[in-house]
C-alpha cells in the first residue's frame, strides 16, 4: 500500500483551493457590482447610507461565509467621533413608541446600546423619530427604513429579474441571481468605528501565544464595527481585524492555514453542502483558535496537520453543543443542534490517507 505524503496533500489542497477561488472570484465580482448600484441609489435617497465601494481587488464590506451566503456591510454615514457611553441607564420603550412598566433587557456578550450623544458629530436625520427612541439609535427602526430604501432600490435600478427581497426574516436578505448560481447576501447597515477598540472585546484570551502582542497592537488598530441586526442591541463585528488576522495566520511558520483549508472544504463539500449552511467561516475562525489554544505546531508535517486539523474537527463538534460561540474576536452566529459527525467522516478523519480521502471524495455518503 503506498503511504501518501504531504505533499499529495498540498496537491490536493491546491486543487480545492484554486477551483473554490475561480468560482467564488467570479460571484463576488458579479455580486459587488449588484451592491454597489443598490447602494449608490440607496445613498442617493437617504443620506444616512452610503454606497459600498467597487473594487478590482478584496472588498472588506462584502464577506463569503460560504460560498452561496454574503454578508455584507452598508457603511453609515453622518456619525462621527465615538466614545464609549458615561452613564447607564435603564430603558422602558417598545418598537412601537408605548413605555413598558419594567426596563428592557441589558445587552449581552459583545452587543450594546448605541445613543446619538455617544457621537461628537451627528447628521440632524439620526434625531428622528424613524430611527430613534429616547435618543437610542434602534438597529429595528434602522432595518424599517433600510428595507423599504432596498425595495425602492431594486425597482428603481431595473434590478427585479436579478435580485429579489427575501421575505419573513427580521434582517435584510436578497437573492441575487450569478452566472453560476444564485447567492443570498445579508445587507447590514454598519456603524464603523475606526482605531477604537471595544472594551467589551476581550481579546485576546490570557496566556495566548499567538499571536504576537505586536501582532495584537497592529489589529486592535483598525477598530470596530456595530451592526444593526436584531431589535434593540448592536452587535460588535470585527471583520476588518479578522481579516489582517487571517493574512498573517502562518507568520511564525505554522500549518494553520492548511489546516483551514480542510475545514473549509469539511464544510462546504460534506458538513453542510447547498444554501443556507449553519457552519459558517465565523464559525471556523472561531474554532482554529480554540485548537490553536492548546497546540502550537510550527512545522508543515503531514502528522502536524493531522493534529491540529483533529483537535481543530474536536473543537467544532464541541461547540455545536453550546448555544452562542465566543468566536475568535465577533461571535455573532447562533448555533442550532444538528445531531453528530456520519461514520464515515470519523472512521476516515484520524490518519493521513484517511484525511486525503475525505479531501478527494466530492461529498460525504451521509454527511451531517
Not at 431594486?154 to 435584510?172: E, F, P, Q
Amino acid at each position: 500500500m503506498k503511504y501518501l505524503t504531504v505533499g499529495d496533500l498540498e496537491d490536493c489542497l491546491l486543487n480545492k483551493v484554486d477551483l473554490r477561488r475561480q468560482q467564488i472570484s467570479q460571484a463576488v465580482e458579479e455580486v459587488q457590482k449588484v451592491v454597489h448600484h443598490l447602494t449608490t441609489n440607496i445613498s442617493n435617497q437617504d443620506i444616512r447610507f452610503q454606497a459600498v465601494p467597487y473594487s478590482d481587488t478584496y472588498n472588506e464590506n462584502i464577506k463569503v461565509l460560504a460560498p452561496s451566503q454574503f454578508l455584507v456591510t452598508v457603511p453609515i454615514k453622518g456619525l462621527a467621533g465615538y466614545r464609549e457611553a458615561r452613564e447607564q441607564h435603564w430603558r422602558y420603550y417598545t418598537l412601537q413608541g408605548t413605555r413598558l412598566p419594567c426596563p428592557l433587557r441589558d445587552p449581552e456578550g459583545l452587543q450594546q446600546w448605541l445613543e446619538v450623544e455617544q457621537f461628537m458629530k451627528s447628521l440632524w436625520q439620526w434625531h428622528e423619530t424613524d430611527v430613534n427612541i429616547d435618543g437610542d439609535i434602534v438597529p429595528a427602526k434602522v432595518l424599517l427604513v433600510f428595507r423599504k430604501l432596498v425595495e425602492n432600490a431594486i425597482r428603481t435600478c431595473h434590478l427585479s429579474g436579478k435580485v429579489s427581497l427575501l421575505g419573513n426574516r427580521s434582517a435584510v436578505w436578497v437573492a441575487v441571481e450569478t452566472s453560476a448560481y444564485q447567492v443570498e447576501l445579508e445587507l447590514v447597515p454598519t456603524v464603523e468605528i475606526p482605531t477604537t477598540w471595544s472594551k467589551k472585546a476581550r481579546w485576546p484570551r490570557c496566556l495566548q501565544r499567538w499571536p504576537s502582542q505586536e501582532r495584537v497592537e497592529c489589529i486592535k488598530s483598525f477598530g470596530f464595527n456595530l451592526l444593526a441586526c436584531s431589535n434593540y442591541h448592536w452587535q460588535l463585528s470585527f471583520l476588518r481585524a479578522e481579516q489582517v488576522l487571517l493574512e498573517q495566520l502562518d507568520e511564525d511558520g505554522g500549518c494553520r492555514r492548511k489546516c483551514f483549508q480542510v475545514m473549509r472544504h469539511l464544510k462546504e463539500d460534506i458538513w453542510c453542502p447547498g444554501n443556507r449552511p449553519v457552519i459558517t467561516s465565523h464559525h471556523l475562525q472561531a474554532t482554529l483558535e480554540e485548537a490553536e489554544l492548546r497546540r502550537k505546531l510550527k512545522s508543515i508535517s503531514y502528522q502536524n496537520l493531522i493534529t491540529l486539523t483533529t483537535d481543530f474537527i474536536t473543537s467544532q463538534l464541541r461547540w455545536m453543543e453550546i448555544p452562542f460561540s465566543d468566536m475568535n474576536i465577533s461571535g455573532r452566529i447562533e448555533w442550532g443542534h444538528h445531531g453528530s459527525p456520519s461514520p464515515w467522516l470519523l472512521a476516515n478523519l484520524y490518519s493521513p490517507q484517511g484525511l486525503t480521502s475525505i479531501l478527494m471524495a466530492p461529498k460525504s455518503p451521509s454527511g451531517f
